[in-house]
């Protein structure tokens, strides 16, 4: 006769413990098997648009770079309205290691949160020791927004045996996104992170082999047509066997596409 309040005993702790742990993943983005669920319990799908473009990475920063975040405000506003929900801002860590550059880069994520729009802060055209510091700063400055993400480096190179971002090593990857990882973590900041792998981020499997020890990872593919003017069948099956498999147990957003690189 005793085992019966036992036995609701438990089904009591069993409802508590999932209560919590619901009520600990209320207001913040994380990942479920392979899709990511928004703050109120959705399936959220990544669908959005680089901008601005050029203002803190490459191009004609003090030119169109410039005028493109001045019109920041008013383009993530159109973002929003022709129904998109997040914006892919390139920085290289040189353009934002002062106080001013760091001030700029708050009003454009900023003015993106006003539109409701996830902002992806992107490390862009710089080595490990100059991203990682950079890695760590902007976690702690944007900890406590769960609609800022950091993707650490986009199309990562390796620094030995092949660098570029042409090669293919994981294990260089691995350690580096190991430590990127635990700076963000450590800042505080518990929105996904999305990575790109070597190899420019076309084929993602060697993830499966190299993991990163963090249940929220989000996985970023690219994809050139370059000199092909329609999908090949080879084309498809690069993709099947790069990235597209994956999607089944992991997330997988396409965050680079375009006709020509």
Known sequence: MTRAPIAWALVLVAALV???VAFGDEGRFRVEGNRI???????FVLEGVVAP???FAGGDAAGLGRRNERSAAADFERIAELGANTVKVYVTPDTVDDEAGRER???????????DLVVVLTGFYAEFEETLPWVRRTAERYADDPYVW?????????TVPEPGAACTDYEDWQRDHRRYVAAIREAGMDSPIVVNTPGYSWDLTG???HPLGDEDIVLGAHRYANDA???TAEGRRQIERGWAR??????VVLDEVGNYN
Request: hydrophobic fraction near 40%; include cysteine.
């Open 229 to 231: 003017t329609s999908l």
């Open 246 to 251: 994956l999607a089944a147990r992991r997330p």
């Open 105 to 115: 880069l708050d009003e454009v994520v900023q003015a993106a949160r006003d539109q």
């Open 53 to 55: 473009y050029g203002t």
């Open 18 to 20: 999932a209560a919590l």
């Open 150 to 158: 950091i993707l650490p480096m986009n199309e990562p190179g390796c």
């Open 207 to 209: 993830v499966r082999d």
């Open 37 to 43: 669920v928004d703050p109120h319990g959705e399936r």
